[in-house]
């Protein structure tokens, strides 16, 4: 009967063992491969990037489209209004029918300011 036990036991903790061997080395893998991919899309990652701070900058909820091609060189306008778009930006057209481009997450901090302004022009 102890016999049987000690093999049991060994068995399971074998598995264990090899289980977490197995885990560790496919979690490496997969943040290597992670890294991998990040490297060979890096021109678009970092334009998300840079994208996304200039729409983050505290004084200005809105960018126009040329400012950001301005700055965000290289790319076609529609592939730039693609990288806007996975950054998190929706695009707004004004009365007089230029570009502008804020970040979906801010509409509140849009809004409010929007609210703000009327008031004080009623003032």
Same mark, same amino acid.
């Given at each position: 009967m102890e016999a049987a036990l000690w093999s049991a036991l060994s068995a399971l903790c074998g598995a264990l063992v @090899? @289980?977490?061997? =197995?885990? %560790? %080395?496919?979690?490496?893998?997969? $943040?290597?491969? %992670?890294?991998m991919l990040r490297e060979q899309h890096k021109v678009e990652y970092m334009a998300e990037e840079t994208a996304r701070h200039f729409l983050s900058h505290k004084g200005?909820?809105?960018?126009s489209f040329e400012a950001l091609r301005n700055h965000l060189g290289g790319f076609a306008d529609d592939e730039l209004r693609k990288i806007l #778009?996975? $950054?998190? $930006?929706?695009? #707004?057209?004004?009365?007089? @029918? =230029?570009?502008?481009?804020r970040l979906l997450s801010r509409m509140d901090e849009f809004i409010e300011r929007k609210a703000l302004d009327q008031i004080a022009r009623e003032i």
């Open positions: @090899g @289980g977490g061997i =197995s885990y %560790l %080395l496919n979690r490496q893998q997969h $943040a290597h491969q %992670l890294r200005f909820t809105d960018r #778009v996975r $950054a998190g $930006a929706i695009r #707004v057209y004004r009365e007089d @029918g =230029s570009e502008w481009w």
